[in-house]
């Protein structure tokens, strides 16, 4: 209960930008889900930057416009910026039949999953690519906003 009203409170005081380290992470799939949901409707109404670190691949799709992949060890740093090419309007019911949700989960994974380590302890570039692994090529992209960092968990 602590732990909602703690995300009740950051979301009243509306913040320019509204940081949330792990904020769903204690709470059961339907509490997380309709906080997500609240979170999204938040955003769109007050144009609020939110800055938020997950574990979660299918939160940040859902969640992020940008998703910064970052790598191990205590040199960690954002290794890699992906744009989420997927239309604003994401609903958690239907995201996964969009054709992009999938490259875009598959690169995440992938990422967390093998490039991740290969980028630890200072290994990663000083100035981090921005892709774009929802998108064909010739598509236009779309503004970005609302930032999601995605980590590996610590063993």
């Given amino acids: 209960m602590k732990h909602r009203v703690g995300i009740a409170r950051a979301f009243a005081i509306e913040p320019k930008m509204l940081l949330l380290d792990e904020p769903f992470g204690a709470l059961d799939a339907l509490t997380r889900g309709t906080i997500q949901d609240e979170l999204l409707r938040i955003c769109a109404q007050t144009q609020q930057a939110v800055f938020m670190i997950t574990h979660d691949a299918d939160e940040a799709i859902l969640l992020a416009d940008r998703i910064l992949l970052m790598s191990n060890g205590p040199q ?80």
């Fill in 76 to 155: 960690a740093r954002v290794a890699e910026i992906v744009r989420n090419t997927m239309p604003r309007d994401r609903q958690r019911a239907s995201l996964h039949h969009d054709p992009q949700y999938y490259r875009i989960r598959n690169h995440l994974v992938d990422f967390l999953v093998a490039r991740s380590k290969e980028l630890s302890h200072g290994r990663a570039p000083a100035q981090p690519p921005v892709v774009e692994p929802g998108r064909d090529a010739d598509e236009p992209g779309p503004a970005a906003s609302n930032v999601i960092a995605l980590k590996e968990r610590s063993a």
